[in-house]
């Protein structure tokens, strides 16, 4: 998998693609998937959400990058999947999950696989994680047609933000948000499909 569809479309980030080799994919899915782990396209994990693209997640942590010193919140927790690679590359991981059946299962299996830099919450990323603010980066897992406010107030100066930008319903661009003296330098690094974020960010 990291061979064929990490390194040759481009990913070139050493501590992405050692993430990768070393977070084991089928540990986060259903044993009846397992099959299907290495694969590179979603899985289905319950509750309508899925477990991400292997290329958009190593995409998408690229993106951010991380040097390992970084406080890092995630929003979306799904299968912990994306969680333990952000485990890998900083030294600090926030993450939240609305499910709260999501949520259980992902406190569960992250503890049993030894992720002690990572803390979960239940509730609602929209507001983000005010308490351990500001961010170095903070990326969504989930579309949305705008930006949580929250979140952009709580990104570090110099940090960066990560979302699936624009229709809810059918494709958004996977856009890199960098804060540049309180201003948001913005650029889109292509066409993704992510599920909608719930709770707050459907009522905007």
Do not use: C
């Amino acid at each position: 998998m990291v061979e064929h569809d990490i390194k040759r479309r481009g990913i070139k980030d050493s501590r992405v693609i050692d993430a990768m080799l070393k977070v084991k994919r089928h540990m986060f899915i259903d044993e009846s998937q397992w099959d299907r782990a290495y694969n590179d396209h979603p899985l289905p994990i319950g509750e309508g959400q899925t477990i991400s693209q292997p290329y958009v997640v190593a995409l998408m942590s690229e993106a951010i990058g991380l040097e390992g010193h970084e406080r890092v919140l995630e929003i979306g927790t799904g299968s912990g999947y994306q969680a333990a690679i952000l485990g890998e590359l900083a030294k600090e991981v926030f993450t939240i999950e609305i499910r709260k059946g999501l949520y259980d299962r992902v406190v569960e299996r992250l503890q049993r696989m030894g992720y002690k830099n990572i803390r979960v919450k239940h509730g609602d990323g929209y507001f983000g994680w005010k308490e351990h603010a500001p961010f170095d980066a903070i990326m969504v897992t989930a579309s949305a047609n705008h930006i949580p406010p929250p979140l952009l107030n709580q990104l570090k100066e110099g940090g960066r933000l990560i979302i699936p930008l624009g229709s809810t319903v059918f494709f958004q661009n996977l856009t890199l948000v960098t804060k540049v003296k309180g201003m948001h330098k913005i650029v889109e690094l292509g066409s993704v499909a992510f599920v909608p974020m719930t709770g707050e960010a459907q009522k905007k």
